[in-house]
């Protein structure tokens, strides 16, 4: 099993920057891929960025360019950097992991951008 724990949202200006991080309950080498995902208001949950274990990064199309997901496996911990940020990026944001084939969510973290 494996907890995580989300902090870092909140309120920002079009423009503006968060960075989001996601703790782990188990060191990363145990951990195939950690994810964030997002959703807003009505809308389906969607993939935002996802760092494998081996040090492979994938972006949506929606943020690339924009936001940074790294890791520092010494504290067990996910980053998300949201640079440029939008209204469009308002959203929960979860951090989300694929241990030994089973998936894991965090609490969420809302993250609202005014225009």
């Known amino acids: 099993q494996v907890e995580l724990v989300e902090s870092g949202g909140g309120l920002a200006q079009t423009g503006g920057s968060l960075r989001l991080s996601c703790v782990a309950s188990?060191?990363?080498?145990?951990?195939?891929?950690v994810g964030w995902y997002r959703q807003a208001p009505g809308k389906q949950r969607e993939l935002v960025a996802v760092?494998?274990?081996?040090?492979?990064?994938n972006y949506s199309d929606s943020v690339k360019g924009r936001f940074t997901i790294s890791r520092y496996t010494a504290k067990n911990t996910v980053y998300l950097q949201m640079n440029s940020l939008k209204p469009e990026d308002t959203a929960v944001y979860y951090c989300n992991s694929d241990y030994l084939g089973s998936i894991y969510w965090g609490q969420g973290t809302q993250v609202t951008v005014s225009s």
């Open positions: 188990r060191s990363f080498d145990t951990i195939r891929a």
């Open positions: 760092t494998l274990r081996g040090g492979t990064t």
